[in-house]
Nanobody, 119 residues
Framework: QVQLVESGGGLVQPGGSLRLSCAASRSSFSINAGAWYRQAPGKQRELVAA???????NYVDSVKGRFTISRDNTKNTVYLQMNSLKPEDTAVYYC?????????????WGQGTQVTVSS
């Protein structure tokens, strides 16, 4: 079984920065594409950022220019760099990754990490 291990969440003041990481627990699962979602209390989960196998990225309008998604293939890890954080960015952030486990195409979710932006 493969797990996506998330880290980097926490409490930060408005205007601050955080970097979220999402690492596959087994090297036999090779991340091909990744994404970050978030869910705030009382709201639906929304796609924040995604990166394709070719490296193309897309973002929800509310984070464009502030967040950057990236991938390190050597570490089998997907990152989300979050700058100029706002209180409305407060949510549980989940990573999602698809790739190949041996020759089987798989999709996994992380357990979620809390990001709280507050003074």
């Amino acid at each position: 079984q493969v797990q996506l291990v998330e880290s980097g969440g926490g409490l930060v003041q408005p205007g601050g920065s955080l970097r979220l990481s999402c690492a596959a627990s087994r090297s036999s699962f090779s991340i091909n594409a990744g994404a970050w979602y978030r869910q705030a209390p009382g709201k639906q989960r929304e796609l924040v950022a995604a990166i394709t196998s070719g490296g193309s990225t897309n973002y929800v309008d509310s984070v464009k220019g502030r967040f950057t998604i990236s991938r390190d293939n050597t570490k089998n890890t997907v990152y989300l760099q979050m700058n100029s954080l706002k209180p409305e960015d407060t949510a549980v952030y989940y990573c999602n990754a698809e790739g190949y486990l041996v020759s089987l195409r798989k999709n996994y979710w992380g357990q979620g990490t809390q990001v709280t932006v507050s003074s």
